[in-house]
């Protein structure tokens, strides 16, 4: 069995920063794509970044040069650091880590930024 355990959600001020991190664990013989989706109140869920195994990463247009997607492969660990914050980042975020070719979502994180 695989988990997804997040953690580095809270309230922020904008112009704030907060870092998301994402475990997995388990059984896991190997990760591909690792990446952090949110859903804005009232709205579907977007793709905010992810990153390939290799290395390369893609970011909505929202957030580019804003947040960073990293990751660790030695802890199994994607980040997400935000930076700049704006009222519209405001969010539940969640973590989605492609382990073992199956994809897994972790429960999410509230982040909220205040105007």
């Known amino acids: 069995q695989v988990q997804l355990v997040e953690s580095g959600g809270g309230l922020v001020q904008a112009g704030g920063s907060l870092r998301l991190s994402c475990v997995a664990s388990?059984?896991?013989?190997?990760?591909?794509?690792m990446g952090w989706y949110r859903q804005p109140p009232g709205k579907q869920r977007e793709l905010v970044a992810n990153?390939?195994?290799?290395?390369?990463?893609n970011y909505a247009d929202s957030v580019k040069g804003r947040f960073t997607i990293s990751r660790d492969n030695t802890k199994n660990t994607v980040y997400l650091q935000m930076n700049s914050l704006k009222p519209e980042d405001t969010a539940v975020y969640y973590c989605?880590?492609?382990?073992?070719?199956?994809?897994?979502w972790g429960q999410g994180t509230q982040v909220t930024v205040s105007s």
């Open positions: 989605q880590q492609v382990i073992n070719r199956t994809t897994y």
């Open positions: 388990g059984s896991i013989f190997s990760i591909r794509n």
């Open positions: 990153m390939a195994s290799f290395g390369s990463t």
